[in-house]
């Protein structure tokens, strides 16, 4: 407790507006001398007052601050304060030089301090501003989601979607998850705007059941969560509450955490695990393949879907490529009877070839783009209404 009040006096310090700090700072020196001279002079308190006012020059201003009012300091606690005030009996030249020196010295030493620990005090700043930040968006409503197709290879039916968070920020326009989502992580604020994906994703679904989606069946809603959630005991009665409130199937929500986030606590996220999957809903891991460690210990894990990485996609129709990376975890995952979504499929020739290796399903801009809540209604709209026959796909050949 006491070190979290001493960061947070260091923060207000360091950021204080410049002439307010050395108003604080004049005010100080003033208010330490009359003190002094005030009791009766050095030799009836000796004026330690000033160390303080020292200390704040250093943190805010540094060695040159500090060197100024250290300098300051030891004219004013030295020829300008007696030893006796009473008595009008002058401090020796050596005892306030001594003190003087001190000052200046105490001064740097602070100054010092502060620089070196001046990076982990910005990132500290900088969590505590992104999570202010974020806290205020989810206030304003600034945060919209949009909607990304999944779809099944083999006959390109849509049967998921996955929901994406953007931020509409009012001055910055409209910003990616890659901006903004790492700092959330940072903070508790990941909390709140996970709860309101989760919470906002499934009320849209239960929209999208009463119309486009009447009539579907096993239907996938994917929704992104950090291990901060996955690991909070809170987490599970946030998913039933969202599930009872809407009236969603909980097997229609695939919960997904990424697989370098997953392996950083494994053992901790198990049990976040195993609660979600006893309340009915999925689990999945996302940019699967990129810590390549987790291949290893994938029995471990329940697991309903493991969502390749879109690097190992990118080339995998690329001349003398056999599947690669993308190609072993198609392979295990279908030994685990796991499904395989594969991400960021832009070319038809992307597609065919992960069919080729047994791939299930797919997203990516082949298929479509992130839609809002209404072109993705108008999206699945369409999709209904086309005749199963065009959905039919082969694979194409090798050359």
């Known amino acids: 407790m006491e070190s979290v009040w001493l960061r947070r006096l260091l923060r207000v310090t360091v950021n204080a507006p410049t002439l307010l700090a050395w108003e604080l700072i004049i005010a ?12 009766g002079g050095e030799n009836v ?19 040159r601050g500090a060197l100024v009012v250290g300098a300051a300091s030891g004219a004013l606690a030295g020829p300008a304060l007696p030893a006796d005030v009473a008595a009008g009996v002058a401090q020796g030249s050596s005892e306030w030089v001594t003190r003087a ?37 989810l206030d304003r409503g600034e945060f919209r989601l949009q909607y990304q197709p999944i779809v099944a ?31 959330a992580e940072g903070s508790t604020a990941i909390n709140a705007l ?26 996938k809603v994917a929704v992104n969560v950090s291990t901060l959630q996955l690991t909070d005991p809170m987490f599970p009665a946030q998913i039933a509450a969202a599930i009872d409130e809407t009236g969603i199937d909980p097997s229609w929500l695939y919960l997904e955490v990424t697989e370098t986030a997953l392996i950083a606590d494994l053992d901790a996220a198990l049990d976040g695990i195993s609660a979600i999957k006893a309340l009915g809903a999925r689990f999945a891991i996302d940019d699967f393949g990129t810590g390549y460690s987790s291949l290893t210990y994938l029995h471990r894990l329940p697991v309903d879907a493991v969502k390749i990485d879109r690097s190992f996609v990118a080339n995998i129709d690329a001349p003398g490529m056999s599947g690669g990376i993308a190609g072993l975890v198609i392979h295990l995952a279908g030994d685990h009877g796991i499904t395989t979504v594969a991400e960021g499929v832009e070319t038809v020739e992307q597609a065919d070839a992960l069919l080729e290796l047994g791939c299930e399903c797919a ?17 699945l709209e369409a999709e209904a209404c086309r005749p199963r026959s065009q959905h039919a796909r082969v694979p194409a050949l090798p050359a």
């Not at 308190?45 to 060695?63: C, E």
């Not at 801009?365 to 999206?379: G, K, T």
């Open 28 to 39: 100080g020196l003033g208010l330490s001398w009359v003190i002094a001279y005030g009791v």
């Open 45 to 63: 308190a000796p004026p330690h007052w000033f160390y303080f006012v020292v200390a704040f020059s250093g943190v805010r201003f540094g060695w």
């Open 101 to 137: 020196v001190f000052f200046v010295l105490i001064g740097q030493m602070v100054a010092l301090l502060v620089a070196l620990s001046r990076r982990s005090l910005a990132a500290e700043v900088e969590r505590l501003r992104a999570e202010r930040d974020v806290l205020r968006a």
């Open 153 to 183: 290879l083999g006959s390109e039916r849509v049967i998921g979607v996955e929901a994406l968070a953007r931020w509409a920020h009012p001055e910055a326009g409209m910003i990616e998850p890659c901006e903004f989502i790492a700092l």
């Open 194 to 219: 996970g709860q309101f994906v989760l919470d906002e994703t499934c009320r849209q679904v239960a929209v999208w059941k009463q119309t486009v989606l009447r009539d579907a069946t096993g239907f």
């Open 363 to 379: 997203q990516g801009f082949y298929f479509s783009e992130p839609l809002d809540a209404a072109a993705m209604a108008a999206y």
